[in-house]
Nanobody, 123 residues
Framework: QVQLVESGGGLVQPGGSLTLSCTAS?????????????MGWYRQAPGKPRELVAD???????KYAESVKGRFTISRDNAKNTVYLQMNSLKPEDTAVYYC????????????WGQGTQVTVSA
């Protein structure tokens, strides 16, 4: 079982930037997230369902929700067992709890979830 810990959330003004990190540990064969699993960032705003923000395959191929294309960038550092979400030009509607997920296939998480980190975009 892989454990995920997110960090980097906080309060930011509209137009600002934040970088979220998700670090994995646990019982994959080597503890690496780089061997066989895609990773994803999701978010859930109050009263709304959880939605996929971006995912990244082991090949580095990325996909983004239309609402964040051109503003958010997902990346991974397999040596550090970490996935990042760089968020620029933040909008109030980006306010949500952000979660990372392990073993993402067709947008669904088949592995573990992190505990989430709050991102609030407000003046």
């Amino acid at each position: 079982q892989v454990q995920l810990v997110e960090s980097g959330g906080g309060l930011v003004q509209p137009g600002g930037s934040l970088t979220l990190s998700c670090t994995a540990s646990g019982s994959e064969p080597s503890g690496s997230i780089g061997l066989s699993n895609a990773m994803g960032w999701y978010r859930q705003a109050p009263g709304k369902p959880r939605e996929l923000v971006a995912d990244i395959a082991t090949s580095g191929l990325t996909k983004y929700a239309e609402s964040v294309k051109g503003r958010f960038t997902i990346s991974r550092d397999n040596a550090k067992n970490t996935v990042y979400l760089q968020m620029n030009s933040l909008k109030p509607e980006d306010t949500a709890v952000y979660y990372c997920g392990h073993d993402v296939r067709d947008g669904r998480v088949f592995g573990s979830w992190g505990q989430g980190t709050q991102v609030t975009v407000s003046a």
